[in-house]
């Protein structure tokens, strides 16, 4: 009874005494930290600090031990004294090279997240088709000359251009609604990837801030507000290839300002016959100022241009029988340009001590043309079947959000509330049939949309000790306009459609290395305007509804493991086929499969990660045998081994496996796999001079990049055949760079 007496005594002498501590993090350059760990030892309290570097950590006594620490960055610790209640805490992380034994799965706010920026920091992306190679289980395929959007695979999607999966850059959607090529494209190829600071990403529709196009999950990259150093640098290489690049540091150490702009410029004929002739030209600039109470305002303006020439996808009966190469074309005048403008301004803002506010406004100016033949002269046996596909595209929106932390009862919670818009106008969204890229034989499609997306949405975030769970709500409006300038009398059509999608996600660290998770919600993605005014309000935004359940084991120090179970069921696949002005619907589907995961850090110096996916992909509504879904791959694997500043030497050797996939829906015609390695290797001389070598398919192995199976007719032939058309992947592929720091 005594020790139960003095045990009593002890906590309400603690808990009479214990007090919240109030700080703010910076780096070494006096820049506040976002998502830092904050964490008292012996009372178990916790806090992180939010986007002007500041927290606020409760049940605090003196004597405490205080532990901050942030990936990439010293950790700190800290004896509460008397002082800080009064005075707080004001704490600078030093910076230092990312080391997977620091991870804590508990300590991160997403720890999934957290592992593709070890994988970011380990294995440097170097050009705009790897940046989306570092989300784990994605891969991509090129098949227009090196300037089209790239085909996506994930989660036993064939996305083609980015159907089921959401983009986004600092606020930016990348995903085109109604677009000339297919709803959702997704052109990346304005972001310089020197310029990336890190990247979220989520798999399923499992997330409130997610809307259009979140099924098979979201990538959201997030650029740097001020570069540690300037560095101009040139890679040049086989098939004419040449990159240049310059970054400067506008503002050196200036308080409270960064800047910084990045021009970067691209050539590259290619393998083929015919040669791509692509070239693309980059222009990102970054303005952040800090201003009273470290609230963060950036101005970014970005500018991107490119055209190329392109073989297209080519029969394989006219490379059996000796008619062209493997690197021919049967028209040689496909191809395309493309641009894109971007003015974005982000605002951050701590609006009480408990409150934060969080914003973005972004224009885009888009344009497109594209010039393709898939059929050859299968339905115009003189002039051939050349499609020209072409739009010009405003973009205005906003988005916007809260963040509040709370309690519901004695319980922690954390409130996120947004809402914002996006607004398209796209002139002349044209589909043609076109001869040799110059001649306009007949419209097929042309008009102007208009396209309003309102949202909003709720997140709860309800902390019961090991338990989280949360609970979230999003509503979106949709309203849809066409004007067909093909008809004699204007007349606009339009449809207007809103939808309510809940979301429920529980998470459960069972210590402070392993999580448990299961995600749960429905999600969508809209049918192309010209489609939806046409079936008046059928398809118009098929859902998607979707399950995980995994965990994150950091098995030993050095090593992380992650897997899923999940299925995902939609209500409708791809709608509006844009190479043919035609509405295909393929009906309802579902998949389901496992995802696993594996991280090592081997030594300080040598880095090992991999992942893959197990999918099983069917059409629920035809028979079976008749079921296949075309081109959705049911086994997946990346990764690679890196090699992080060994006595000045970088570099890695990196592999990507693709199964043979069904290219049709009976599985009679196979899109056939492929296992490709690539390597860099670079060595830091002294005065930040570094030379580099990059390898693309290491060990020449001959490989379809991308593959479909298509219906065509060569001039020659008096019937069509329909199998697999193909564009091939580069072979061996040799580039050197040397660049300069400063």
């Not at 999003?474 to 999608?501: C, G, P, Q, W």
Request: hydrophobic share 35%.
């Amino acid at each position: 009874m005594k020790r139960l007496f003095t045990i009593l005594t002890l906590l309400f002498f603690y808990n009479a005494h214990a007090q919240d501590i109030k700080g703010i993090v910076t780096d070494d350059n006096q820049k506040p930290l976002e998502a830092v760990y904050v964490y008292n030892t012996k009372s178990s309290s916790h806090a992180h600090t939010i986007a002007n570097g500041s927290f606020i950590i409760e049940n605090n006594a003196v004597g405490d031990s205080l532990t901050i620490g942030l990936l990439g960055y010293e950790k700190s610790f800290i004896v509460v004294k008397e002082s800080h209640f009064k005075n707080g805490l004001s704490i600078v992380l030093k910076s230092k090279t990312i080391l997977l034994d620091e991870l804590v799965i508990t300590e991160q706010i997403d720890a999934l997240s957290s592992l593709s920026k070890v994988d970011l920091e380990t294995n440097p992306v170097n050009s705009s088709q790897e940046i989306l190679r570092t989300v784990p289980g994605l891969i991509i395929g090129q098949h227009a000359g090196g300037g089209k959007a790239e085909q996506i695979f994930l989660r036993g999607f064939d996305i083609d251009h980015g159907t089921d999966i959401n983009l986004s850059v600092d606020g930016i959607p990348v995903n085109m609604v109604s677009h000339a090529h297919g709803q959702g494209y997704s052109d990346l190829h304005f972001l310089i990837p020197e310029t990336i600071n890190n990247i979220n990403f989520g798999k399923g529709p499992y997330y409130a801030d997610k809307g259009d196009f979140n099924t098979a999950g979201f990538v959201e990259f997030n650029t740097k507000e001020d570069i540690r150093f300037s560095e101009v640098s040139v890679s040049y290489g086989q098939f004419n290839s040449l990159r240049t690049l310059g970054m400067f540091d506008l503002l050196g150490n200036t308080p409270n300002q960064n800047a910084y702009i990045a021009l970067e410029y691209i050539q590259f004929d290619g393998p083929y016959d015919s040669p791509q002739n692509f070239n693309r030209i980059n222009l990102f600039g970054k303005y952040t100022t800090y201003l009273k109470g470290n609230d963060r305002l950036s101005v970014t303006l970005s500018h991107f241009n490119s055209r190329w020439d392109a073989s297209g996808q080519i029969p394989q009966r006219a490379v059996d029988s000796g008619m062209i190469s493997r690197w021919g074309s049967i028209d040689d005048t496909e191809g395309g340009n493309t641009s894109r403008t971007n003015i974005n301004m982000e605002y951050n803002s701590l609006l009480a001590e408990d409150l934060q506010f969080k914003s973005n406004v972004f224009y885009s100016q888009y344009n497109f043309e594209l010039y393709s033949n898939f059929t050859f002269f299968l339905d115009d046996q003189i002039n051939g079947d050349q499609i020209k596909q072409k739009e010009a595209r405003d973009i205005f929106g906003f988005n916007s959000e809260f963040i509040k932390d709370s309690h519901l009862g004695s319980v922690d919670a954390t409130y996120t509330g947004g809402f914002g818009m996006r607004y398209d106008f796209v002139n002349d969204v044209e589909l043609s049939h076109t001869l040799n890229r110059n001649e306009t034989l007949n419209y097929m499609a042309l008009g102007d949309v208009n396209e309003t997306n309102m949202f909003a949405y709720i997140n709860a975030d309800i902390d019961l000790g090991k338990f989280v769970v949360a609970p979230a709500l999003r509503l979106d409006y949709f309203k849809f306009m066409y004007n067909d300038a093909l008809v004699s009398d204007y007349e606009t059509l339009s449809e207007t459609k809103t939808i309510v999608n809940p979301k429920l996600n529980f998470f459960f660290n069972q210590n402070q290395n392993l999580q448990w998770f299961l995600k749960t919600g429905i999600g969508f993605h809209s049918n192309d305007t010209r489609v939806v005014v046409q079936q008046e309000e059928e398809d118009i935004l098929p859902r998607a509804y979707g399950a995980d359940l995994g965990a994150i084991w950091k098995l030993f120090k050095k090593v992380v493991f992650n897997s899923a179970l999940w299925y995902l069921f939609l209500e409708q696949e791809f709608v509006y086929v844009g190479d043919a002005g035609i509405v295909e619907p393929s009906g309802k589907s579902e998949r389901y499969g496992l995802d696993l995961g594996l991280r090592y850090q081997i030594t300080d110096w040598l880095y090992f990660d991999t992942d893959a996916t197990l999918t099983h992909a069917r059409s629920v509504d035809e028979p079976s045998g008749e079921d296949y879904i075309p081109l959705a791959p049911d086994f997946t694997l990346t990764g690679g081994l890196s090699v992080n500043n060994l006595k000045g030497f970088s570099g890695g050797i990196r592999y990507r496996y693709l199964d043979d996939r069904p290219a049709n829906e009976d599985n009679s015609i196979i899109a056939e796999g492929y296992f490709i390695t690539d390597l860099n290797l670079s060595y830091e001389f002294t005065n930040n001079l570094v030379f580099g070598i990059a390898i693309e398919n290491l060990f020449d192995t001959e490989w379809n990049e991308t593959q479909f199976a298509t219906e065509s007719r060569l001039q020659n032939e008096i019937e069509p055949v329909e199998e697999i058309h193909f564009t091939p992947g580069t072979p061996f592929f040799l580039k050197a760079n040397i660049s300069y720091r400063f």
